[in-house]
């Protein structure tokens, strides 16, 4: 099994905070309001695991926004909200007074353009430290509970590995890292936002995530 | 010379580490002492006093705005400086507003040069 050491774990929190950081400054610019920040998990898991783990911080329906990427570090970045804050985010960042069905017409462009900002954002400050290249496929807006959103035969990697091995990949070991974000509700108390950022590797790009977490823990 | 004691409190080890190190090389007359979280600073400055204090935001416990009140009680006119990946304006603001400073991780070499620039100019 795929293990990383207390200090690797450490610096992938890290890099995760600081990939947030930046995410959330996007946010927070796009929506006029603080954004809230938890401390980061983190998670050796399969992807089945992976789904549960998101099933236990949220069972009703989520609108995500998939930011797969490949390249020497392939993996997949999503962005997460319960189906009623999507709905509220586009409210914020469009007009506070439109009807509910233009909302929802609007919901799938204006999420996969805020989606975009925040997962390249956060992704650019994730890799900053690192030596490794990646390219961004386009950014997917999907609809669905956990499992789907997490689902090993639409997962990027997965689905590579599973091509190419012709193995089925129900027993690959991902990475999960996991983090909430909220509104500050200090100003808005009805229009708080909330939702997560996920990000999964898969065991190639875990291999590769470990020798440059190595490189880079072997400077200091 | 007498010789100076920064503090630097991150929940990453990661952090601290780049911290250590950026002393070690250029600011060797310097005393670090670490700590993981608010408490552990606490316990680490028990009374010492302090030339400079690097601390992160987003800790377990206390966050760093917090624990930055508690230092400048303990000790008032001490240089404080938030070191943090959360960039947002209200966040600088309000280290501002406070006095006290405000860095975008990752630290480097550089950004503590100018630190020690205004301490010692």
């Known amino acids: ?220 | 010379m007498e010789s100076k004691t920064a503090l630097i409190v991150d929940d990453s080890s990661l952090a601290r580490m780049m911290v250590r190190k950026i002393f070690a090389t250029s600011f060797k007359d310097w005393t670090l002492k670490e700590a993981k979280d608010g408490q552990d600073a606490l316990n680490v400055v028990d009374g010492a006093s302090l030339d400079l204090a690097l601390v992160d935001f987003n800790m377990p416990g206390m966050n760093g705005i917090e624990l930055a009140e508690k230092l400048m009680e303990k000790q008032p006119g001490l240089s404080i400086h938030l070191v943090t990946a959360n960039i947002q304006e209200r966040m600088r603001m309000r280290a501002e507003g406070m006095g006290v400073g405000f860095i975008k991780k990752p630290i480097n070499p550089q950004k503590i040069s100018e630190i020690m620039s205004v301490l010692n100019g």
């Open chain 1, 1 to 220: 099994m795929f293990m990383l050491t207390e200090l690797e774990e450490d610096a992938l929190k890290e890099f995760f905070n600081m990939g947030l950081g930046m995410a959330a400054d996007s946010l927070s610019q796009m929506v006029d309001n603080e954004v809230l920040l938890s401390l980061p998990q983190l998670k050796v898991a399969s992807f089945q695991e992976a789904a549960r783990m998101l099933v236990e911080n949220q069972n009703e329906k989520l609108v995500a926004v998939r930011q797969n990427f490949k390249g020497e570090l392939g993996g997949t970045a999503l962005l997460i909200f319960p189906g009623a804050e999507s709905l509220e985010l586009v409210r914020t960042l469009l007009s506070e007074d439109m009807p509910l069905e233009v909302l929802t017409e609007l919901e799938q462009e204006t999420l996969l353009d805020v989606g975009n900002v925040i997962l390249n954002a956060f992704l650019e400050s994730f890799t900053q430290m690192m030596s490794v290249s990646f390219e961004f496929e386009s950014a997917e807006f999907l609809k669905g509970n956990s499992n789907f959103l997490l689902d090993i035969t639409s997962h990027m990697a997965a689905q590579e590995r599973s091509l190419m091995k012709g193995s089925v990949a129900e027993h690959e070991r991902a990475v999960v890292l996991m983090m909430d974000f909220k509104t500050s509700d200090e100003e808005q108390k009805e229009h708080t936002l909330s939702g997560f950022v996920v990000l999964l590797f898969s065991r190639e790009a875990l291999v590769i995530l470990k020798r440059e977490l190595d490189t880079i823990l072997s400077m200091l």
